[in-house]
């Protein structure tokens, strides 16, 4: 199968989007949520859910995005781009251009980005740049861009696993992105491996072969904690999805593969974390309109906290915008689409609680994340416009394109000011967008 067709392929839904012919380089592209990294070393994985304990989020998001938020939306001198001015195609394709030339310029000799003792945050790199389409770039830094496929390659494990000892899963399932772009025949054992891998990762707890637990079904770090998160398990749909593209032959495409997730298994993991108590018997789901629709962190926690009912004084867990479309992406890779009640109750969470401003029910923390899975997830399920919250239509590939120009720093990167989730990482937060900017250029 052709790299282009690879490329697009990767977002189940999105038969419909082109994207051009890649140059004919060597090219090593994954996927990231969120992780950890080593430059100067910092605290947190890029992301959500990277465990650095839950001590008083609320009094902390309250302090971080009163101050962040001015920080992140109001940098005098910064912007490159009004936010009042509607972007063209070219001033969005020079703004791709400036933030690729900051991710080649700032990659370690070695050929990883951020850290080298995690995979997945080179891979994220290596996706961006593939999606850029960037070729003069590509051209020049084509020896640059196979030192990085080679680390990620000389990660690999004998169980088929692709880390460096931290975060299994994440690392893993983005490094499988990233083998599976390259399109090369030598990564071929080594994507077999990892999904066998994945695929045996997935949470299966009580007793086996029975959806008996609310984190049946979904993926988790197979290294932190036992249970499974939509975090983890959305970069392990997308990784075996993008994967099962590489190893088919192109006039075999429904060819068995020799591992694989369990679907539905996983539409009963994504019924335990959205917010339609009528679809799951999970207790923590929030049966609030204002909540309705939207996702979880997992069964048990929300990111963006709980709300407890004054008279039954149970605790309902809130939806949040990043892992909303999450779960809207993770839809899409079980091939469920927009006319099914669970996509469309997402999307009218979505809708209602719009917003470029900030991620909804976490302020500027994971606000690049937000962005990112935005265009990813309405991409992927066809949405040409929003519904916004008094039913006016929301042009977002405009407006969210028109927002990030206006956030691009003078050295073309983008950078949050809130590091939770690693979000200080410039190369990290500058891949997100990169992706996103691609997905807006094209209807």
């Known amino acids: 199968m052709d790299k282009p067709t690879v490329l697009l392929k990767v977002f189940p839904k999105m038969m419909s989007i082109r994207l051009q012919h890649l140059p004919q380089t060597s090219q090593l592209s994954s996927f990231s949520i969120q992780n950890q990294t080593r430059l100067p070393r910092l605290p947190l994985p890029a992301g959500e859910g990277r465990g650095e304990g839950e001590r008083n989020r609320f009094l902390q998001r309250l302090q971080q995005s009163a101050l962040a938020s001015l920080l992140l939306f109001t940098q005098p001198g910064q912007a490159a781009f009004a936010e009042d001015t509607k972007p063209t195609p070219t001033e969005t394709r020079k703004a791709i251009e400036r933030g690729a030339r900051f991710l080649y310029e700032n990659q370690n000799p070695a050929g990883w980005w951020s850290s080298s003792e995690q995979p997945a945050l080179t891979a994220l790199a290596l996706v961006a740049l593939e999606m850029a389409e960037v070729a003069k770039l590509d051209a020049k830094y084509g020896s640059e861009r196979r030192r990085a496929l080679d680390f990620i390659a000389g990660s690999a494990k004998p169980d088929g696993s692709i880390h460096r000892g931290q975060l299994v899963n994440y690392n893993t399932a983005c ?81 068995p593969l020799e591992s694989d997730l369990d679907w539905k298994a996983l539409e009963h993991f994504l019924a ?139 050295d073309g990167s983008w950078q949050n000011p809130t590091k939770r989730w690693m979000e200080g990482d410039p190369n990290l937060t500058t891949a997100y967008v990169l992706v996103a900017l691609v997905l807006t250029e094209s209807e």
């Not at 054992?189 to 999904?195: H, M, T």
């Not at 008996?212 to 904690?225: A, C, I, L, P, T």
């Not at 709980?306 to 999450?326: C, H, K, N, P």
Request: proline letters at 5%; aromatic letters at 8%.
């Open 175 to 255: 490094s499988l992105m990233a083998l599976s772009l390259a399109d090369e025949p030598r990564f071929r054992p080594l994507i077999v491996k990892a999904r066998a891998y994945i695929a045996a990762s997935q949470i299966d707890l009580g007793e086996k072969g029975k959806l008996d637990n609310f984190h049946d079904g979904g993926v988790g770090y197979n290294s932190k904690y036992d249970h499974s998160d939509m975090n983890n398990t959305l970069m392990a749909v997308e990784a075996m999805r993008m994967s099962e593209l590489a190893l088919r032959r192109p006039d075999k495409p429904d060819q």
């Open 272 to 410: 335990s974390c959205q917010n339609l108590p009528e679809r799951s018997n999970n207790p923590s789901l929030s049966g609030s309109a204002e909540d309705r629709g939207g996702f979880i962190y997992h069964p048990g926690e929300s990111k963006a906290g709980e709300v407890v009912d004054e008279q039954t004084r149970r605790a309902a867990l809130r939806s949040y915008g990043s892992i909303s479309y999450a779960g809207m992406m993770s839809f899409a890779y079980a091939r469920v689409g927009r006319d099914d009640e669970r996509v469309k109750a997402v999307v009218d969470w979505l809708g209602r609680n719009y917003t470029l401003e900030e991620n909804p029910g976490m302020g500027s923390e994971g606000v690049y994340y937000y962005y990112h899975l935005m265009a990813k997830a309405l991409k992927a399920q066809g949405v040409e416009r929003l519904e916004g919250p008094e039913e006016n239509k929301i042009e977002w590939r405009t407006e969210l394109k028109t927002k990030l120009l206006s956030l691009q720093k003078p």
